[in-house]
């Protein structure tokens, strides 16, 4: 099976349709949270993934857009766009955000949003915090974990006890084996590694590959709906820089 994975899609309809342009037709579509929040289209955005039957787990922006406490956790900027996002949502949205699942297991992968232990909060960005990851997917008796949350594209890798991280570019790919893993996309709406384009994952479950890849979308177009909604002016900012 061929599968797009997908994470932090951020209410940007326009990226998330760069990526499914790219990603042709595949087996399965999977996502790891933060659907909505920071972005001008939360409701599209749903309705999108909905229509193309993806499946994946609920992450904290989710979370604070059906009224959760994260949203006490959140800075202004990211407040501001979740209180907009709540007031704005329709029924069916909150409907199929409620219905996601913090942890999703199918076959030999785990879809978190943030980490095995936490998977709404935790942000696995070194190995330390890798390593209670990569124990837990062992426990489960899987060998891929799949999360999200940082919007930075990397790996986390158990080799032997010692924790290997690999920073991936457009176009690098990973054979999978017997070495359990920890593998994120980045993120399709919202890129924080410098790079502005739309970040996903290709996973190959008969090749046993994994290959990380890049579109460019037309962020200007976002940028105009981000202030036309008089969302926080940062928010579009961000997205040129990819920070
Ligand atoms: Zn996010």
Known sequence: MRI??????????VALDAVLGAVGTVDGIWHLG?????????DAVVARLDSIHARGVRGNH??????GSEID????????????????????????????????VSDDSVLVHGSLRDPI???????AVARASLRLLADAGAHIGLHGHTHVPIAFRDDDGRVEVIA???????RLDERRV???????????????????????????????????YDVAAVQDAVRARRLPDRLADRLAFGL
Do not use: C, K, M
């Open 4 to 13: 797009a994975v997908l994470s932090d899609i951020h209410a940007n309809l």
């Open 182 to 216: 920890l593998l994120n996309p980045g993120s399709v709406g919202q890129p924080r590694d410098g790079d502005p384009t739309s970040s996903w994952l290709e996973l190959d479950t008969e090749q046993r590959t994994v290959t990380w890849r890049r579109v460019p």
């Open 34 to 42: 933060d659907v909505v929040g920071y972005g001008p289209e939360p």
């Open 73 to 104: 956790s959140f800075n202004p900027d990211a407040r501001a766009a979740a209180e907009w996002t709540r007031d704005r949502i329709e029924e069916p949205t909150q409907a199929w955000l409620r219905a996601l699942p913090e942890t999703l």
């Open 168 to 174: 991936p570019a457009d176009g690098s790919n990973l």
């Open 121 to 127: 909060w935790e942000y696995v960005t070194n190995t």
């Open 62 to 67: 989710d979370a604070a857009a059906l009224g």
